[in-house]
């Protein structure tokens, strides 16, 4: 029987001009986590310059940062070079290659992760930039792009999960090695921050919204018994 050319899942699936990766995973990662560690440092540092700056107001900053710098620069790198990022090996090929190991659509062309990561390169990533602008400035527009992002965050991980899940139960189809580090780490994990974090940023959005019209509404209250 031969043997597959990839370690991708399907088992089969065609990956066109797929190499290895000639260095190994410990040497890409501190790398990619020191861009990560720059753009969410110069996040905080940022906001640090407001006063009275409230500790969810600098989590929200550099969670957005963060979401901008992956959504403009990592999944925009995938866009552009998707067709030939299989036979690739620069920093950030080699980090999908990996990453693909738990999500063979990446290296594919899939229609839907393609549409996907087109939308979140030119609309969500921009958006969080803007949002960790308003933050600095304490714009009062700030709120209103946090939950326009919260909730592309939210839907676009709803379908990321189910379309996966229906592949699975419906067709058969797995996407992603059944190994522990691939499926739970890569998949569930590094996805799982995307479900949370954007629950906690809407909570603070409702909450902080809610307050502005109360405070509106009992000082129009006011002028009118005046």
Known sequence: MEQPTHP???LGVSIPNYIPNDSPLIHSLPAFGALIGAVIVLALLLTGTRRHVRPIDRFAASWFALCGFLHVAFEGYYIYHRKEISGMNTLF???WKEYALSDSRYL???VFTVCVETITTFV????SLLTVLC???NHPSRHVFQIIVCVAHLYGVALYYATNWAEQRF???SYSRPEFLYFWVYYVGFNAPWAIA???LLADSYSRIVTAFQALHEKETR???E
């Open 135 to 137: 933050i600095r400035t």
């Open 108 to 110: 594919t062309s899939d």
């Open 198 to 200: 954007p629950f906690f």
């Open 124 to 127: 969500w990533g921009p958006l």
């Open 93 to 95: 090929a080699q980090l």
């Open 171 to 173: 067709h058969g189809v």
């Open 8 to 10: 991708y899942y399907p």
């Open 223 to 225: 002028q009118k018994r």
